[in-house]
């Protein structure tokens, strides 16, 4: 999808922009002339390119799960471009173990960044979309449509994004609000997430990189791992006005795993 440019004029706010999904779809909606405020609890210095003449990038911290900070955030975005047009929240994190050895703390850690950051997101776009319009589009996971053995937290707290996204988009539809809200829920992503995990630090260590380690995990589910960018261009395709009759849809961008 590299045509025209889709987002000339759109101000667009990214989440979990300094990594993965997050830095790839900063980069992309840059590329098709969005001004890109990319936001992560630590600048997203590398999450986009450098400013042209039509499209240019901003760095901003944000923590998704506190209120003060969303507030912050979206009245900067706001106060300097008059407007928000398109909020894509990519930040998240993984954790994987049994359910019987999953602890509270450790539950709560998960959900309060996956869904708890996620209703915070669409809260505060809708607060600022309700009057001009705009895209919402959070990122799910196939875990969150196909249970995942061994990550019970995480799965659980994709599960929910995914009707949240459905319900926020049936509130803006019957107020009759000009925003939709939709969700890209891929499976497995060559993403840093990975590296959250103690099972992929040893299949690191087993086959000797990165790489190798997907192509590992590969072979053992049948499954393909995608790119960032790949994932990107999903949400991409939802922001745009190609995408402006579709509200409330979780999108899964997998090669196969919840078939």
Same mark, same amino acid.
């Given at each position: ?6 987002? *000339? ?15 790839? *779809? ?24 450098? +400013? *042209? ?11 998704? !799960? ?60 809708? !607060?600022?979309? !309700? ?41 803006? !539809? ?24 103690? =099972?992929?630090? +040893? ?21 393909? =791992? ?34």
């Amino acid at each position: 999808m590299h045509m025209d440019k889709l987002l *000339t004029g759109r101000v667009a706010l990214v989440t979990g922009a300094a990594s993965g999904i997050g830095a790839a *779809t900063a980069r992309l909606l840059t590329a098709h002339g969005a001004v890109t405020y990319c936001a992560d609890l630590a600048k997203a210095e590398d999450a986009a390119t450098s +400013d *042209t003449a039509t499209s240019r990038t901003v760095q901003i911290q944000l923590d998704v !799960r506190e209120e003060d900070a969303w507030d912050t955030a979206v009245s900067g975005v706001l106060e300097n471009e008059g407007k928000l047009d398109v909020l894509v929240h990519a930040a998240g994190i993984a954790a994987a173990s049994p359910l019987a050895d999953t602890t509270l703390a450790e539950w709560r850690r998960v959900l309060a960044t996956n869904l708890d950051g996620t209703f915070l997101a669409i809260r505060h776009g809708i !607060r600022a979309m !309700r009057e001009s319009g705009g895209a919402i589009v959070v990122i799910g996971s196939a875990s969150g449509i196909k249970a995942s053995a061994g990550a019970v937290a995480y799965s659980t707290s994709k599960a929910a994004v995914g009707m949240l996204v459905r319900a926020a988009a049936k509130e803006c !539809r019957q107020e009759e609000l000009p925003i939709r809200i939709n969700a890209v829920s891929p499976g497995g992503v060559k993403t840093p997430l990975w590296r959250e995990m103690s =099972f992929f630090s +040893d299949l690191v260590e087993l086959h000797g990189s990165e790489e190798a380690a997907f192509a590992a995990m590969e072979a053992h589910g049948g499954d393909r =791992f995608a790119e960032p960018e790949q994932v990107a261009e999903g949400v991409l395709f939802l922001v745009s006005d190609a995408a402006s009759h579709i509200t409330g849809v979780e999108l899964p961008l997998v090669d196969g795993y919840t078939l």
